[in-house]
């Protein structure tokens, strides 16, 4: 009968062991899915700003363009008339 029980004892210790590890488990999930959806949330910000920062590139050069055809042409006008 004390083989039994220390047997028993043993499984049961075995399963304690067990549900720390799966709780200890269930709970670095749940703070990985926290830190991913953080990461996501940064990611979705940089996304945003890139293309912000882009829009506006695109914005000066065409804004440098159009200056330098104007110079250009008014150049142009003045040799012409002048």
């Known amino acids: 009968m ?3 029980n220390d047997r028993l004892d043993r499984i ?3 399963i304690e062991r067990i549900s720390n590890k799966v709780e200890k488990n269930a709970d670095a999930i749940d703070k990985l899915t ?3 959806g953080r990461f996501n949330d940064r990611l979705d910000n940089y996304e ?3 293309r912000w ?3 506006l590139s695109f914005g000066l050069l065409i804004s440098a ?3 330098l055809i104007v110079s250009a042409l008014t150049l142009l006008v003045k040799t012409v008339i002048g």
């Open 48 to 50: 945003k700003g890139m």
């Open 34 to 36: 926290s830190d991913i």
């Open 53 to 55: 920062v882009i829009q």
């Open 65 to 67: 363009t159009v200056a």
């Open 2 to 4: 004390t083989t039994s």
């Open 12 to 14: 049961e210790l075995t």
